[in-house]
């Protein structure tokens, strides 16, 4: 049963914005669905009102499942949003803002913990398209400064109103109102990216023309021919030059602009020789993308499914994000029609496969794998595969296979981050979540990531973002007895918000929250309890 405001209702509103827009009304559900379950994947019994407000028997699996295929949206937009940004689509504002209200709806289930807070920012700011991690400025124009929210204005436009709910003494409250703060920033934010051509409100009338008279009189009484309105144009995409531009954006990658940038040159000139009746070889455009995790090369496929759009290599250009489990079922002969039902819904686009190398070893993966080249093939004219992970699994991931080495003769080798690059980025984290880091902040992280021990299994900027959504959360306990924050508490991140896990790696799971020494201690707690009235904070539940 559904409440007003919660989640069932978030994921209903998105489904409408998507239906407006002409997409794929089940994905974007699967979206909404994805996107609250991340958010609230370390929140106690959340799986339980998840599961309610999905219409689905109640399973923590299903819950865990989907937590992990919205992980990725804390990096950058969903493949709904990101293909609404790259058409520079009306309607893209409306679907982020919708996105925006399921993370917001999503931080409410179980009992929100200050993760929650963290987790909800970053997803809910990665929708403004600006790449992986806040690795590239955002694309959308900037808005006006944040009001103050002590006098909100719920009927401005844009507005991110609270759904109507019981208020929660302590630290509940207060996450909320900064997940909600965050969450005007963006629609504001998105809003700019068409506000000269997009109609926000109510059209103006047409101006009052003045009456006819004389011979005038007469010729207006005939009646005239109708005249044929001329058509809509299509809203225009973006060009390979701005793609290009955004690619350049991105912190580091040096290697990787210079090789997509000759990439997009050889299949632009490959182009104008087709058009121009000359005969032209045929160039492999699938990619094998090398390195480790949070190198952002998630980030620079979504690129190239643009660039590729935009020479017309491509009919839409959307990238599809997927890894093993979802292109292997559980018994033989399912996994064809699972991994061809994938490779359908990149069709036109990018299909991006992380981790590739964990489709070798065994008969399932095989099927998977000699399904993908049968389907390759078949598509070739309108599909682009690129395969990612460690580079010493993935060149013997593509040596084993003869289909695979014929088909990806490009390979692309993404560099670990050095420190500075990784502070740049997470100063971007910081202002693009509507924060202020100060030079005491940015100390510290350089402190933390010189006794980080840089394995193969390191983020990278997952890393960072990791400890952006800990910090977010440290934040959130340290203004929890702050009746009135002013903007600048509200935004100012201080060093003691930096806390990491030592386990954490960045590499598969978000950040933990280190409670405070004044935080009270944790009792165990019963896993599959729906929980008590007062919130737990997510400490409690990591150590339950």
């Known amino acids: 049963m559904s409440t007003p405001g919660g989640l069932a209702e978030a994921i209903d509103a998105l489904v409408a914005v998507a239906r407006t827009a002409g997409v794929d009304e089940g994905a974007a559900r699967a979206e909404g669905e994805a996107v609250a379950a991340t958010v609230s994947e370390r929140s106690r019994g959340a799986f339980v009102d998840w599961s309610e407000q999905t219409g689905r028997a109640t399973s923590a699996e299903d819950h865990q499942l989907a937590a992990k295929r919205g992980n990725r949206f804390r990096a950058g937009p969903t493949p709904i949003m990101s293909q609404l940004l790259l058409e520079k689509s009306a309607h893209a504002a409306d679907y982020a803002g919708a996105l925006a209200d399921v993370a917001l709806a999503g931080s409410r289930l179980g009992q929100p ?47 991110f109103p609270l759904p109507e709910r019981q208020p929660v003494p302590g630290l509940a409250d207060g996450m909320l109102e900064q997940v909600r703060r965050v969450g005007e920033q963006v629609r504001r934010q998105l809003g700019a990216l068409d506000s000269t051509t997009r109609d926000l409100g109510v059209p103006p009338g047409p101006e009052a023309e003045p009456l006819p008279t004389g011979d005038a009189q007469v010729q207006a009484a005939e009646p005239e021919a109708p005249v044929e309105e001329p058509a809509e144009e299509p ?5 390979v030059e701005e793609l290009l531009a955004e690619l350049d954006a991105l912190v580091g990658l040096k290697t990787v602009k210079g090789e997509i940038h000759r990439q997009a040159a050889v299949l632009r000139v490959e182009g104008l020789r087709k058009k121009a009746g000359l005969d032209t070889p045929t160039i492999t455009r699938h990619l094998v993308f090398n390195g480790n995790p949070g190198t952002g090369k998630t980030t620079v496929a979504r690129l190239v499914a ?14 599809v994000e997927v890894d ?31 981790e590739a190398y964990s489709l070798s070893g065994d008969q399932y993966g095989k099927e998977a794998i000699d399904t993908l080249v049968k389907e390759m093939e078949d598509k070739r004219d309108d599909l682009v595969v690129i395969v990612a992970g460690y580079p010493l699994p993935m060149a013997v991931f593509i040596s084993e296979n003869p289909g695979l080495e014929s088909r990806f ?71 929890r007895d702050v009746e ?61």
């Open 113 to 159: 913990g200050p993760d929650a807070v963290g987790a909800a920012t970053t997803v809910t700011t990665a929708q403004l398209g600006g790449g992986s991690a806040g690795l590239a400025p955002t694309t959308a124009a900037p808005g006006p400064a944040a009001p103050d929210p002590s006098a909100p204005d719920p009927s401005a436009p844009g507005a």
């Open 235 to 239: 809203e225009p995409t973006k060009t």
């Open 306 to 319: 643009g660039i590729y759009r935009a020479l017309g290599l491509l009919s839409k250009g959307q990238l």
């Open 324 to 354: 093993r489990s979802e292109l292997v079922a559980g018994y033989l002969g399912q996994t064809a029609a699972k991994t061809a039902e994938v490779v359908k819904s990149a069709e036109g686009g990018v299909l991006f496969i992380d």
């Open 409 to 479: 003769r490009t390979t692309i080798d993404f560099a670990n981050y050095t420190d500075d690059e990784l502070v740049e980025i997470f100063s971007k984290m910081v202002s693009g979540s509507d924060y202020d880091a100060g030079q005491d902040v940015l100390d510290r992280l350089r402190e933390i990531l010189a006794d980080t021990p840089r394995g193969p299994s390191f983020g990278n900027a997952r890393f960072v973002r990791n400890l952006l959504e800990a910090a977010i959360g440290h934040h959130a306990w340290r203004l």
């Open 484 to 544: 009135e924050p002013t903007i600048e508490q509200l935004r100012t991140l201080e060093p003691e918000d930096l806390v990491v896990d030592p386990n954490d790696t960045g590499e598969d799971h978000t950040g933990e929250v280190v409670p405070p020494e004044d935080a009270p201690p944790a009792e165990p707690v019963d896993p599959f309890a729906g929980g008590p009235e007062e919130p737990q904070l997510a400490e409690e539940q990591e150590e339950a």
